[in-house]
């Protein structure tokens, strides 16, 4: 690799780090330079105040928030691959239950929440539910795409080589889907904990959600932000997590992954 190529490569690790703290700057400076009051817009070092104040009141609700969301997703993983298997390896399963899911994914899943407080009442079941609903839709979507894009012509050789339909969707088929499902992981994982945050934010008296509501009702803005702070720093550790898995297990499929 060049030297060119290096610096491009450390710029491009480094670069969201940059353009969070130049955020994190001029958000500072514009509330400082406005005045504007802490109960309208908090300052990242008010935020950074009541995130230390509260940190274990905020750990506790990160911790409910976290384990809930992932069991949701976990179920998401599970569910959509296999009704992604189903709708990319079959034509009829594909016209007949793509466009339901299509107009299932278009309902708002906050909408649920109050029916599913009514079948599991308030707490855990609902949140679960809720990140599985909003989440299930973009997996099971990439695993069908990779299944149903496989070309014809090399599904044609196959054939003639003597593989059956099995062989071809589970020797090709399946390892040329999952750079699309690592994809889908990382859109998943982001929409599970707004999933999980909004049902906390009506069924739970845990969670983030809740702690967003009970800050907001006290007028507590800086510990309202540290909240969704708190949310967004999950979701970015997660799906960093999934791209480092992505990288490890599907780099063949990236352009200029494996270096020059």
């Known amino acids: 690799m060049t030297t060119a190529a290096a610096k491009a490569r450390r710029l491009e690790a480094i670069s969201p780090w940059i353009l969070l703290v130049l955020t994190l700057v001029i958000w500072q400076a514009l509330c400082t330079g406005l005045q504007v ?10 935020i950074w105040e009541q995130i230390v104040e509260f940190r274990g009141e905020i750990l506790k609700h990160a911790w409910r928030t976290y384990w809930v969301t992932m069991t949701g997703f976990g179920i998401a993983i599970v569910v959509g691959v296999l009704l992604g298997f189903l709708i990319g390896s079959s034509r009829l399963a594909y016209a007949a239950i793509y466009p339901l899911m ?13 029916i599913l407080v009514v079948w599991f009442g308030i707490g855990v079941g609902p949140a679960v539910l809720t990140a599985f609903l909003i989440s299930f839709f973009p997996i099971t979507v990439n695993i069908a795409t990779g299944l149903a894009t496989l070309e014809p012509e090399l599904e044609d050789v196959l054939r003639v080589l003597g593989a059956r339909r099995w062989d071809v969707l589970m020797k090709v088929g399946l390892p040329r889907s999952m750079p699309y499902f690592f994809g889908s992981l990382k859109v998943a994982i982001t929409l599970a904990f707004v999933g999980t945050t909004v049902s906390e934010m009506t069924a739970s008296n845990e969670g983030i959600g809740y702690l967003l509501v009970s800050a907001g009702s006290s007028m507590q803005m800086g510990l309202a932000f540290a909240g969704l702070m708190v949310v967004g720093a999950m979701a970015m550790l997660m799906y960093e997590f999934f791209s480092v898995i992505e ?4 780099g063949w499929a990236h352009r200029g992954s494996q270096g020059h």
Request: charged residues 20%.
């Open 37 to 46: 009051s802490e109960f309208i817009f908090p300052s990242p070092l008010k």
């Open 247 to 250: 990288k490890r297990t599907t």
């Open 102 to 114: 299509t107009g299932f994914n278009a309902l708002p899943k906050a909408a649920f929440v109050p």
